[in-house]
């Protein structure tokens, strides 16, 4: 069975200060790790797909990266509205794929 | 474009009522999932269709569940005889042959 596990679970970060989200998986052959944020109340929106060990995107203040066993999503220089839940997911080859397997999130609030 | 929207926001039911949610894909996406997500966990798999067609459902779609999409564009999703276990966010997300997954904003679901 596919399996996603983030840490931490909670993170507090000073304006400025950067940081890094962890994302383990475990699945049967990865088609897919993605990367979400979600604001309270709201569906969540889509950041990155990694497909390859190896790879790295961007997008402003963050940066995902992938290796064979985790990813990470490094954050520089947060400022307070990156403040979200930011979820990782997996798409593995078990059953033809098509459905992705969710961590359950690390909130991340970024203060003053 | 408006992405994928989602039917109603909100919706309170007592205990054994039936509810049912909409979800109107991104018009192009040929393919259609439902997740359902509780507080504090990431969200999990329900059903996928191609098209039409519902090409697999997770085991925790009771039979008191039921989903569809007729003429492969929007969908509904059912629930029968409503039990306080299933509050919960409703999400819905759409995709074109398994590339980019979109979600909607969600129904919650809040059973009394």
């Known amino acids: 069975e596919d399996q996603v596990t983030q840490s931490p679970e909670a993170l507090r970060l000073q304006e400025g200060e950067s940081s890094s989200l962890n994302c383990s998986y475990t699945v049967s052959g990865l088609r897919g790790l993605f990367w979400y944020r979600q604001d309270p109340g709201k569906g969540p929106e889509f950041l990155f797909t990694l497909y390859s060990a190896g790879e790295e995107k961007e997008k402003e203040r963050l940066k995902a990266t992938l290796t064979k066993k985790e990813s990470f999503l490094h954050i520089t220089a947060p400022k307070p509205e990156d403040s979200a839940t930011y979820l990782c997911a997996a798409e593995g080859l078990t059953g033809g794929g098509n459905k992705l397997t969710f961590g359950t999130g690390t909130q991340l609030k970024v203060e003053l | 474009d408006t992405g994928v929207s989602q039917n109603p926001r909100h919706k309170i039911t007592k205990r054994g009522q039936n509810v049912t949610f909409r979800c109107d894909p991104i018009s192009e996406h040929n393919r259609l999932y439902w997740y359902r997500q509780t507080l504090g966990q990431g969200p999990e798999f329900l059903t996928y269709?191609?098209?039409?067609?519902?090409?697999?459902k997770s085991r925790l779609l009771s039979d008191r569940f039921s989903a569809e999409r007729p003429k492969g564009s929007f969908s509904t999703l059912e629930i029968q005889r409503t039990e306080q276990g299933d509050s919960a966010m409703y999400l819905c997300?759409?995709?074109?042959?398994?590339?980019?997954?979109?979600f909607g904003s969600g129904t919650r679901l809040t059973v009394v």
């Open positions: 997300a759409s995709s074109l042959d398994g590339y980019g997954y979109t």
């Open positions: 269709f191609q098209n039409e067609a519902q090409l697999e």
